[in-house]
């Protein structure tokens, strides 16, 4: 199996910043991509950031210039952190942590239970 950890979240004032941080671990042969998912009340979950295997990040055009995906460090492909700043009231959500792995000869999807982040305004 494989368990997704996240930390981070909370409570903060519009303009403000917090960070997340996940990490995926279990039976896992290869990683292909970490990414940050986030569903305000009543709205569909939403792609926030995305880092595939190489490195390269993706962001939602709502968190780009303002959000910041990265991992512990180059080799760590099992993390993802995402640096939020300047915060928006409309960031307020449930932020979940999603991994695409490898495990043999298949790949899926695995979801973090979710963290709630609140912007004040």
């Known amino acids: 199996q494989v368990q997704l950890v996240e930390s981070g979240g909370g409570l903060v004032q519009a303009g403000g910043s917090l960070r997340l941080s996940c990490a995926a671990s279990?039976?896992?042969?290869?990683?292909?991509?970490m990414a940050w998912y986030r569903q305000a009340p009543e709205k569909q979950r939403e792609l926030v950031a995305l880092i595939t295997a190489r490195g390269t990040t993706n962001y939602a055009d709502s968190v780009r210039g303002r959000f910041t995906s990265s991992r512990d460090n180059a080799n760590a492909k099992n993390t993802v952190n995402l640096q939020m700043n300047s915060m928006k009231p409309e960031d307020t959500a449930v932020y979940y942590c999603?991994?695409?792995?490898?495990?043999?000869?298949?790949?899926?999807?695995?979801w973090g239970q979710g963290t709630q982040v609140t912007v004040s305004s």
């Open positions: 279990g039976s896992i042969d290869d990683i292909k991509s």
């Open positions: 999603y991994s695409l792995v490898r495990i043999g000869c298949g790949v899926r999807g695995y």
